[in-house]
T-cell receptor, first 121, second 111 residues
Framework: DTEVTQTPKHLVMGMTNKKSLKCEQHMGHRAMYWYKQKAKKPPELMFVYSYEKLSINESVPSRFSPECPNSSLLNLHLHALQPEDSALYLC????????????????????FGPGTRLTVL | RKEVEQDPGPFNVPEGATVAFNCTYSNSASQSFFWYRQDCRKEPKLLMSVYSSGNEDGRFTAQLNRASQYISLLIRDSKLSDSATYLCVVFPGGGADGLTFGKGTHLIIQP
């Protein structure tokens, strides 16, 4: 099973709302990621969790707050967002976020969820 | 200099033709390389990993040239269902890391 699930599929929120995006995987992966993708652009890395610890925060504004309750779950808490934050938010997981064995790409292959399409009014 | 560079296209190709995509990456210490496919308004899906020895999966062949920092993807006997955006993706591997994506090459297979 290479499935990563995300909820909700769509979310519309006002700039004063607080909402959360959820992601789940049952592949036993120890690394989980949040990416943001704007239309006609590639995904941009936001956060990396490795063994349930935040290892990378790519200078993301504090109005985005990640949380990893356990190795299968990843949340993204949203508060006081701006209209320019409207985008597709993608969750991904991989076996690990660190270098794997040379010639063994499978260690770092990332599997993406279907995304949450967020609109901020 | 951009980290992963690709020709954005679009590539308009007749069904049954062979099409090749290339990309270059700037970080010579990069660890792993992939091609992902992304359909409109969908998530990226892993197409294949890329190795220096070259690897093939059905109609798809990928190749890595570490000396030139160059990655390629060849699609033979293209199908209408191959129409998508193809993303060249690099795992820098400098520590705990995420993927670095190229901007993608848009492929349109025409009947």
């Amino acid at each position: 099973d290479t499935e990563v699930t995300q909820t909700p599929k769509h979310l519309v929120m006002g700039m004063t709302n607080k909402k959360s995006l959820k992601c789940e995987q049952h592949m036993g992966h120890r690394a989980m990621y949040w990416y943001k993708q704007k239309a006609k652009k590639p995904p941009e890395l936001m956060f990396v969790y490795s063994y349930e610890k935040l290892s990378i925060n790519e200078s993301v504004p504090s109005r985005f707050s990640p949380e990893c309750p356990n190795s299968s779950l990843l949340n993204l808490h949203l508060h006081a967002l701006q209209p320019e934050d409207s985008a597709l938010y993608l969750c991904a997981s991989s076996q690990d976020s660190r270098r794997g064995l040379a010639g063994k790409n499978s260690y770092n292959e990332q599997f993406f969820g279907p995304g949450t399409r967020l609109t901020v009014l | 200099r951009k980290e992963v560079e690709q020709d954005p296209g679009p590539f308009n190709v007749p069904e049954g033709a062979t099409v090749a995509f290339n990309c270059t990456y700037s970080n010579s210490a990069s660890q792993s390389f992939f091609w992902y496919r992304q359909d409109c308004r969908k998530e990226p899906k892993l197409l294949m990993s890329v190795y220096s020895s070259g690897n093939e999966d059905g109609r798809f062949t990928a190749q890595l040239n570490r000396a030139s920092q160059y990655i390629s993807l060849l699609i033979r006997d293209s199908k209408l269902s191959d129409s998508a955006t193809y993303l060249c993706v690099v795992f820098p591997g400098g520590g705990a890391d995420g993927l670095t994506f190229g901007k993608g090459t848009h492929l349109i297979i025409q009947p």
